[in-house]
């Protein structure tokens, strides 16, 4: 058993709304949306954050499933926002590698 939350969700120990995978990584729903949309797209490895990633492969695949996530959910031509958060000062709650997909509405910029 992982003590990493979305390592246990990865392996199927914590249910999660599951929307598409791949090999190398898999997207869920955000258990508190923060759009219409809000998608969590993460490596099935554990990654902390996007300082550590070291594995350019796994990077792309959990980029383009992202990409691919938002056409799914019809988000793609009204456009949508991809972000990683780190560390303290970026707002990481979870420290295993994550992007949000957020779309489904006009996002405000810059982010607070
Ligand atoms: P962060 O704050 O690290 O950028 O993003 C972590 C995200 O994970 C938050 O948006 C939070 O709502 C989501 N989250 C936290 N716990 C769970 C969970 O158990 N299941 C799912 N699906 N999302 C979670
Ligand atoms: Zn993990």
Known sequence: MSACLFCRIVAGEIPAQLVAETP???AFRDIAPK???H???IPRRHVDSLT????AAELGA???LAARVAVQEGIATSGYRVVTNV???GGQSVGHLHFH???GRALG???G
């Open 24 to 26: 190398e990584a898999i």
């Open 35 to 37: 759009a219409p949309v």
């Open 101 to 103: 997909v957020l779309g």
């Open 62 to 64: 959990v980029a383009q």
């Open 39 to 41: 998608i969590l797209v």
């Open 52 to 55: 550590v990633a070291d594995d």
């Open 87 to 89: 560390g303290e000062d």
């Open 109 to 111: 910029w810059p982010p």
